[in-house]
Nanobody, 123 residues
Framework: QVQLVESGGGLVQAGGSLRLSCAASGRTFSIYGMGWFRQAPGKNREFVAAISSSGGTSYYADSVKGRFTISRDNAKNTVSLQMNSLKPEDTAVYYC????????????????WGQGTQVTVSS
């Protein structure tokens, strides 16, 4: 089992950057594929990015490709999301999630979730 705690959200102007972090408890972090999802008011939760358990493979939603970068440090039990060139449409609550062995783009495949961190991008 793993517990997840996100941090790093906040208010930023369009074009700015933020770095989200997710700290995981447990000694088996390295077996989990990790994902970032987001949910804007009135919208469904959507996939943002995911990374394999080793960190060797990553996946991105088309809407963030080229602007966001997911990374992980298995020695520190952390996964991060570097967000550059932020747009107002990136405004949402961002969630970190864990899935045994393989990452995925479907939120229903993830069994462990953090509490979320708010990201607000002003125009």
């Amino acid at each position: 089992q793993v517990q997840l705690v996100e941090s790093g959200g906040g208010l930023v102007q369009a074009g700015g950057s933020l770095r989200l972090s997710c700290a995981a408890s447990g000694r088996t972090f390295s077996i989990y594929g990790m994902g970032w999802f987001r949910q804007a008011p009135g919208k469904n939760r959507e996939f943002v990015a995911a990374i394999s358990s080793s960190g060797g493979t990553s996946y991105y939603a088309d809407s963030v490709k080229g602007r966001f970068t997911i990374s992980r440090d298995n020695a520190k039990n952390t996964v991060s999301l570097q967000m550059n060139s932020l747009k107002p449409e990136d405004t949402a609550v961002y969630y970190c999630a864990a899935r045994r062995y393989y990452p995925g783009t479907d939120s229903s495949e993830y069994g462990y979730w953090g509490q979320g961190t708010q990201v607000t991008v002003s125009s």
